[in-house]
């Protein structure tokens, strides 16, 4: 059962390794020249097509992920933030596999991300974990052969070994041999939501796709799974790709923020130096929008439903042909906005943002 | 029990109020789902209900307005009396003939619920929602009531015009919510029971709504009970703070108060599960979990409600614990504290 031993003994050997690594690079260049790329996405994009009724053939498009690159480091949480429908849960099921992609490309440690390529092997490295722990688990299996599907069907282990198997799994995310035999009706939400976790674990993943894991959840149970994915990290090299829209999460978890909009990537900055100042226009918006939980009552709770209010869906009716898909709402906009489209490029200390006027704060 | 006083003119009072919640095809014991609660609001006054789901807020709720599911729940004791502005006497919810209920349903205390998706009808109009909402309660004619309609989706913030034929899918989550808010408002209520309305929200939107329903609250002097899981929500919109668990008030008191000085294990336990955001704050570091779970079973009689899940747990929280006033307005239902 290579899974089951990868987490128990291989978590606790490399610990040391892992702190000596991260605790010494201060340097921020550097530190970027030494990671290792794990994932990186080129130009890729997805539009959904419908007809705008019945009686109308012409069709409209949703671009729903528009052209967009990154990349992911080994060992990271790179979360991604942004307001519902600017395409995060589009963006996790192309590189899951889920979805076809229109364009673009998707590379795996330097090879093309192609799921049809049995021998490379890619489901096995790349899984991914949904937002709702209540409808992705089969209601009718028990718990124990949730989460040794996976590996009975990669071949992993066989399928005698599913008890032993799924009982070590359970432990590893914290949860007791109790509810092998239980349904998924009969446990929490968070219980629920580490059993998901557990299954995408049972094929010993590099990659993890977590798609609003906590979001569904309450507090209490939130801080148990937020600690889960902490300690995978640490111990395990794990890499995450983490869909979220709570700030308070990136700011506790995330290594780099990848800020979306309109299906386009507004900023990708290092955590630290995001929640020090946004780049991006929308990115302050969305960070002047976090609650400020250990302050003084100081909501400014005007202000919200001007320009500023960087809120509601992304208009997709008409389809901005050209200029900043921000511009719209965007404070610190100027003409050159509005007919040419800002690229996303460096602004420096290893940060991108797409915005022809960085660093311009709101209220000026 | 109170904090700073009850006004004269303009309050909703719970007092000891229970629910009982029968388990279905006679399964196990029946649960106090609601336990002798106690609470008020004042006109202009927002009181938070804060706790974990399956607490049984959304019950609590209900219960106020009658609305519980009668067919596996049922009020055995306690009153929620109201008393408004323009209405000559105070009445107690709980006492009403049912017959009576529609005409204090809306008009007098109404309510927001959790989700939008589900609370509008998909096929219908937003506009025509909001004045059958009216007709129900007023005998006026159709474009005397669109014109109200219109007028309480602009304060929402909506484009009252030109969204009043839209129906619900063409709306944004956030805006959904608003015309839910606009259709419980649109009756000039005195309360307001908003049901973790934006539990389903993305910040942005989130922020939206709270900014919405704190000017509804200085425009309306409307009472409102905000129900959430959020204790950085709460926190910040609201004037006191009910810690609500397995059905039981487990601390109260003002909000600041709570909020830099929680007195019960479950209140210390929820702040600190939280990522907060101080000045010299770590990222990475192991957040406080609280162990375990909220089951039915932490609803029986007999113990602390919180025991299963407590740190400062021992033998003598095995019984009954009351809610006693530990300085001042600041309640608490703990042993140790
Ligand atoms: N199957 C589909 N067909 C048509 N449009 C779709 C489909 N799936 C998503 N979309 C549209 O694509 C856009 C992006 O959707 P996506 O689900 O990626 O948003 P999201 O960022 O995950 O939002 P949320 O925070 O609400 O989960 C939205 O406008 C959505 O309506
Ligand atoms: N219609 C119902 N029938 C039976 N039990 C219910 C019903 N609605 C809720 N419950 C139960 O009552 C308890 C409290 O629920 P609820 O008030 O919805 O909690 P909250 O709003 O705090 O999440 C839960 O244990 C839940 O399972
Ligand atoms: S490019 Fe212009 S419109 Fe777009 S975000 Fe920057 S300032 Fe705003
Ligand atoms: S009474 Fe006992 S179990 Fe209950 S909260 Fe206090 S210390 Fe914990
Ligand atoms: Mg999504
Ligand atoms: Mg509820």
Redesign the pocket.
Known sequence: MPGVLRYNSFARKNKANIKKETGKINNKTKQNMEKEIILNALNLSKYYKYYKSVFDIKRDVIKAVDDITFEVFRNEIFAVVGETGCG??TLAKLVAGLINKTSGDIYYDGELLDYKDKKKNFRKKIQIVF?DPYSSLNPKKKIYKIISYPAVKNNIIKKRDRLDFAASLLKNVGLSEEILHSYPYELSGGQRQRVGIARSLSVSPELLIL??PVSALDMSISAQVLNLLMDLQAHDKMSYIF?THDLKIVRHIADRVCVMYGGKIMEISPSQDFFKEPAHPYSNILYNSMLPYNFKKQLNFTGLNGKNAGSGLISKEKGIEKGCVYFKKCYASKEICEKNEPPLKDVGDNRMASCFFPFTHPGL | MAYGGKTKTMNLEIKDLTVRLYPKKNAGRHINVVDSVDLYVNGGEIAAVVGESGSGKSFLGLSIMRLNPPDVSEVVSGSVKIKCPGEKEELDIMRLNPKNLPSVRGRLVSIVFQDPNTSLNPVIKIGEQITEAIFAHKKIGKPEAKEIAISYLNRMNIDGKARFNAYPHELSGGMRQRVMIAMAMVLNPCFLIADEPTTALDVTTSLQVLSLIEKIKLESNLGIIFITHDLSIAKNISDKIYVFYAGQVMECGKTEEIMDNPLHPYTVSLINSVPSLPADYMPKQKLFTIPGYLTKDDFTEGKCRFYSRCFKRDNNCLKNIPLNEISRGMFARCIKV
Do not use: F, G, Y
């Open positions: 995060k849960s937002q798609d609003e869909i």
